[in-house]
Structures are given as C-alpha cells and as structure tokens.
C-alpha cells in the first residue's frame, strides 16, 4: 500500500462499491455525528476515517495508524460496470443498497451479478426502515432478510451480513434534524469487514479519473483511483481519449502531498494544463500501454440469470475497458474429439482447431447442471474501443426494458486477444481455424463398371464440381470412393472406387436397374438368388470442414 505522505502518517484506504441505492452516500456526510467523525464529502466519494481496527493490526497492518473508507458510488448500470473497469481489483468490499419497502429489483439483481464478478465480499443493507410502521417493522425487517439470503444462496455471498438502516429518514426532502437511524452500527459492521487488501504496484499504470478541474497557474488536477500499477512526480502519463501525454508535477492523498502512490489508492494528480472539459471521466495510464482494437477474442461464460439465448452473429452492448460499446458475437468451442481443458487465462492459441457453434452451448441438456463446456467469442466492435490487455469483459443486452423484470447481463469474460489492425478480417482472421462440418448426401444412379458409378442429386446444377473433385465420400454399402468429375450437365457425376464395388453392391444396383426396366414394382416377390431390390437406393455421404475464416472457402477432409 503507498505510502500515504512522507510525514509518516499512514493511513490504510479500502474502497467500498455502494451498489443498488438511489440516494448518495451524501447520507453519511448529513448529520452533525458524522462531520465530527471527519466525514467528507468528495465528488460522489464519501469517505471517513476511523481508528485502525484490532484484527487489522494483527492481521499485520501495524504500519497504519488508521482506516479510510472511501465510498464509491455506483448508482446506475454504466457506472456500475465502470468502477469495476480493466479487470484491476480495486473494490474491496460490496455494500448493497435495498430499498425495505421494494426489495430486490432488476437492477438489484444485476448489482449483485457484476459484485460476483469482482468482488469477493459484500455487506447488504436494507434501507428506508422508517417507512415501516413501528409496530411491523421488526417483523418486516426479518421477512426482508430472510427472503435476501434465499436470494443470495446461490451466489459467492452466501450467508453474507444484512443491516437494517434509515439513512434519510422522511425521504430526500426531509429536514436535516432527522437523525439517520444505524449509521453507528453500519460503521460498526464495516469496519468487522475489513482486511488487508492486497496491493501490487507492478504493472502499467491505469488510472480511473472521475473528475477533473484546472488550478490557475499550476496545471490541470485529475481525481481518481489507481487501478493498477503506481505513479510518481516527473512520471509521464498518457491520457487516451485526447492522445496526448502529460507530466506529473503533484501528487496529493488524502489532501496532503505525497511523492507517489499506487494500485487502490485515491488520489488527485496535478499534470500540465490541458482543458479539464475534455476529460471529464476516463481513463489515464502508462504511455503506450492501452490499445485501440477493432476486434477481439474473449473466454466466455453465460450469466445463469440471462434468459435469452446467445446466437452468434447477434449483437451485444460489450463493456471493456472504460468503454461500453456494440459488438457482433460469433461463439466457438473445442471440436468433440479434442475436449483436452485449458484454463481460462492461458493466452489464447491460434495454433488449435475450433468449432464454429451457431450459439452459446450450455452444459448438457435442460435437466443437468453440469458445467458449460469452454468457450470462446470473437467480438466484432461497430467502432474502435481503447482498453488494457486482460480487461474483464461483460456482455448485455441494455436495450431490454429495464422495467421488464429480467436480467440484461448475458455473458462474462476476459480479453484474450485484440486486433488492432483494422482490415484483422482479411490480416488477422484467416489464422483464426474455426470450421464447421459440412455433409451432403445423393443417391448412386448406376454403375458404369467394377470400379466406377455415377451419382445425383449431391449437387446443385449450377454448383462448380472441379471444387470437388479428388474429396472422398462412402457408400451407404460401405465401400469408400473420390469424386472423379462431372458428368453430363445436370449436375451428376463419376465416382471412382478404387478397391472396386462388392458383389453385393453390384448385384443391389443391376436389379435395381432391372427392376426398372421390367416395369415392376415393388409387389412382386423377388426370387431366392436374388436379393429384394431396396425400395432405398444406396446413398452417398459426403463429409468435410470448412473454415469459417479462411479466404478461398476450401474443403478439408481429415
């Protein structure tokens, strides 16, 4: 964890997502109490600080003298998903906000989701008991509470705390003299929370910067929180979305200057001045270590909750980065033979064989709860989106009504690969070997001699057959041959068995030809030699792949 001054002073920050709640944590900064208690309010953060807790100290966090909380609000979908950007960890703790009176809503729901897939503890507080009637209010509280933790039974907080607050009693018009009721006990069950989050200042530095404002005479300050790496003075920084690069002439923390700082700090950084209203969210990082891509292939996991399918070819609102942005999906998996596992996170490998799947598959059938099989998406951006490498992914479909009570985050993962290259689709993709099998299937006409027979109906007449000739197919007799051409016009043509036709294959074809030529028909009994001639005629497969990428659209047979 930086050190926060060169005073000595240190002072521990954990940063808690508020999720779900209408109301800003301005709640905490309201009442005289917590003003004593140095609560500030700064820029939609809240944050106050108490006295080291004893489990801290012993945990090994004796070089603080105390605790900060830094609130950060997260009121709606976008900004939700944008705290948890780039995949760096910087939320430690999930408070979330449920009205008592509405209980778990949509929105509620998918909170929850994206604190599963960044967070790993949360706190839930159920809000406005003062609109409870005195005398149900405790039995509604134990009703709510227990109808969360069914909720949440199935998710990585299970068991987790519930608290009943009134953070604003009489709603947000109400005069300040009403006291909030569990603010203490709120602070209280925070600080039991606590641990030691693990810090780590290596790696590019990302920045997420949520507000921004020019200091005359001094420079331009962006406020934020570090979410990967560190920064000093004289460091150079890069801003992005304006492609210029900027030096750091100041550093505060905690209103005190400092000469660095890193991962999960909140800090303000003084750089030389640019025009503040172009930045006013964003991101800031290490020069050259965001990149721009086009296209980009993730790992991909289905949100349980979603109840849509996930088709390829369809489009999805794709949130990487500081960014969310429309993308079209086309999902791929391992071919059935080749179900050897690799986890998630291994860089991607261009060097195996996929196979195209025309949507998300599930694991086995409606009835089982197997784990879906691995799988993988290609993400096609309508526009070019700037993002670190590793960033977690999350896939939904925002234009669902928010008040259709569904979930409307569909998948999840991370970024493996990028393409910057913005022709990747004739650059790129043709190294991507996804296939999808193919079969046709025709019928033999007759046989021309002992190694020879020709077929119909396995092509259309307009079809290019010189594309097929040489690939094998096999009789529904068993014998295997290769397409020796064309013949005729309409579409038939000749092939070659070299092992040569069975007796019993000839012997099936010469009576169906003489069959027909005797006019008879199915009626009458064929005699013993001769075996009944199949009302089925003998059938020809053809089986090959195709990659889905690859320029010439040839056919492969393994």
């Given at each position: 964890?930086?050190?926060?001054?060169?005073?000595?002073?240190?002072?521990?920050?954990?940063?808690?997502?508020?999720?779900?709640?209408?109301?800003?944590?301005?709640?905490?900064?309201?009442?005289?109490?917590?003003?004593?208690?140095?609560?500030?309010?700064?820029?939609?953060?809240?944050?106050?600080?108490?006295?080291?807790?004893?489990?801290?100290?012993?945990?090994?966090?004796?070089?603080?003298?105390?605790?900060?909380?830094?609130?950060?609000?997260?009121?709606?979908?976008?900004?939700?998903?944008?705290?948890?950007?780039?995949?760096?960890?910087?939320?430690?703790?999930?408070?979330?906000?449920?009205?008592?009176?509405?209980?778990?809503?949509?929105?509620?729901?998918?909170?929850?989701?994206?604190?599963?897939?960044?967070?790993?503890?949360?706190?839930?507080?159920?809000?406005?008991?003062?609109?409870?009637?005195?005398?149900?209010?405790?039995?509604?509280?134990?009703?709510?509470?227990?109808?969360?933790?069914?909720?949440?039974?199935?998710?990585?907080?299970?068991?987790?705390?519930?608290?009943?607050?009134?953070?604003?009693?009489?709603?947000?018009?109400?005069?300040?003299?009403?006291?909030?009721?569990?603010?203490?006990?709120?602070?209280?069950?925070?600080?039991?929370?606590?641990?030691?989050?693990?810090?780590?200042?290596?790696?590019?530095?990302?920045?997420?910067?949520?507000?921004?404002?020019?200091?005359?005479?001094?420079?331009?300050?962006?406020?934020?929180?570090?979410?990967?790496?560190?920064?000093?003075?004289?460091?150079?920084?890069?801003?992005?979305?304006?492609?210029?690069?900027?030096?750091?002439?100041?550093?505060?923390?905690?209103?005190?200057?400092v000469s660095g700082a890193m991962q999960g700090d909140r800090v303000g950084v003084c750089v030389t001045q640019f025009d503040p209203k172009l930045l006013e969210r964003g991101v800031?990082?290490?020069?050259?270590?965001?990149?721009?891509?086009?296209?980009?292939?993730?790992?991909?996991?289905?949100?349980?909750?979603?109840?849509?399918?996930?088709?390829?070819?369809?489009?999805?609102?794709?949130?990487?980065?500081?960014?969310?942005?429309?993308?079209?999906?086309?999902?791929?998996?391992?071919?059935?033979?080749?179900?050897?596992?690799?986890?998630?996170d291994t860089p991607f490998s261009f060097d195996r064989e996929y196979l195209y799947q025309e949507e998300y598959m599930t694991g086995q059938g409606e009835a089982s709860s197997g784990?879906?099989?691995?799988?993988?998406?290609?993400?096609?951006?309508?526009?070019?989106?700037?993002?670190?490498?590793?960033?977690?992914?999350?896939?939904?479909?925002?234009?669902?009504?928010?008040?259709?009570?569904?979930?409307?985050?569909?998948?999840?993962?991370?970024?493996?690969?990028?393409?910057?290259?913005?022709?990747?689709?004739?650059?790129?993709?043709?190294?991507?070997?996804?296939?999808?099998?193919?079969?046709?299937?025709?019928?033999?006409?007759?046989?021309?001699?002992?190694?020879?027979?020709?077929?119909?109906?396995?092509?259309?007449?307009?079809?290019?057959?010189?594309?097929?000739?040489?690939?094998?197919?096999?009789?529904?007799?068993?014998?295997?041959?290769?397409?020796?051409?064309?013949?005729?016009?309409?579409?038939?043509?000749?092939?070659?068995?070299?092992?040569?036709?069975?007796?019993?294959?000839?012997?099936?074809?010469?009576?169906?030809?003489?069959?027909?030529?005797?006019?008879?028909?199915?009626?009458?009994?064929?005699?013993?030699?001769?075996?009944?001639?199949?009302?089925?005629?003998?059938?020809?497969?053809?089986?090959?792949?195709?990659?889905?990428?690859?320029?010439?659209?040839?056919?492969?047979?393994?």
């Open positions: 964890m930086a050190d926060s001054g060169d005073s000595g002073t240190k002072i521990l920050n954990f940063n808690v997502g508020v999720l779900g709640s209408t109301a800003s944590t301005a709640a905490f900064d309201k009442n005289p109490q917590s003003r004593e208690r140095g609560i500030t309010l700064d820029l939609g953060f809240s944050s106050f600080t108490v006295e080291l807790p004893a489990h801290l100290r012993e945990a090994g966090g004796h070089r603080y003298h105390s605790l900060q909380f830094t609130l950060v609000d997260c009121p709606g979908h976008a900004s939700l998903i944008r705290t948890i950007i780039g995949g760096a960890q910087i939320i430690d703790l999930m408070m979330l906000v449920v009205d008592v009176v509405k209980g778990v809503q949509t929105q509620t729901a998918e909170c929850l989701l994206i604190g599963e897939l960044t967070c790993p503890r949360m706190v839930v507080v159920l809000n406005k008991i003062d609109l409870l009637p005195p005398n149900k209010r405790q039995s509604s509280i134990e009703k709510m509470t227990k109808r969360l933790h069914k909720t949440l039974e199935n998710t990585r907080f299970k068991d987790c705390p519930v608290i009943a607050v009134a953070a604003k009693p009489g709603g947000p018009e109400a005069p300040d003299t009403e006291e909030p009721q569990g603010v203490p006990e709120l602070i209280e069950l925070l600080k039991k929370q606590t641990y030691l989050p693990h810090r780590d200042p290596e790696g590019d530095l990302l920045m997420a910067v949520d507000h921004c404002f020019s200091i005359r005479g001094q420079g331009t300050v962006m406020t934020g929180t570090i979410l990967q790496g560190s920064l000093a003075i004289n460091d150079t920084v890069e801003i992005p979305a304006l492609k210029v690069t900027k030096k750091v002439k100041s550093v505060q923390m905690f209103r005190k200057p800031v990082c290490a020069p050259g270590s965001l990149r721009t891509l086009y296209a980009a292939l993730i790992s991909v996991r289905k949100i349980g909750y979603f109840k849509g399918s996930l088709s390829t070819r369809a489009k999805f609102h794709i949130t990487v980065g500081h960014e969310t942005v429309m993308a079209r999906v086309t999902f791929f998996g391992l071919p059935p033979t080749d179900p050897q596992l690799c986890p998630l784990p879906d099989p691995e799988q993988w998406a290609l993400l096609e951006f309508e526009r070019p989106v700037t993002c670190p490498s590793l960033s977690l992914v999350i896939g939904s479909k925002l234009d669902t009504d928010i008040h259709a009570n569904a979930c409307r985050l569909a998948f999840h993962g991370r970024l493996l690969k990028g393409f910057e290259d913005k022709g990747y689709a004739e650059t790129a993709l043709p190294q991507l070997h996804i296939y999808k099998t193919k079969h046709k299937e025709g019928q033999v006409e007759r046989v021309t001699d002992d190694y020879t027979v020709i077929g119909r109906n396995l092509f259309k007449k307009e079809t290019n057959l010189q594309l097929f000739v040489g690939l094998k197919v096999t009789l529904s007799t068993g014998e295997t041959g290769s397409i020796d051409g064309g013949f005729g016009q309409s579409g038939k043509f000749k092939i070659r068995v070299s092992e040569g036709l069975h007796p019993e294959t000839k012997r099936l074809l010469s009576s169906t030809s003489k069959k027909k030529g005797k006019g008879g028909g199915k009626g009458e009994p064929a005699s013993e030699d001769e075996p009944k001639a199949d009302s089925q005629p003998i059938s020809i497969h053809l089986h090959f792949k195709r990659y889905v990428f690859d320029p010439h659209k040839k056919m492969v047979q393994s």
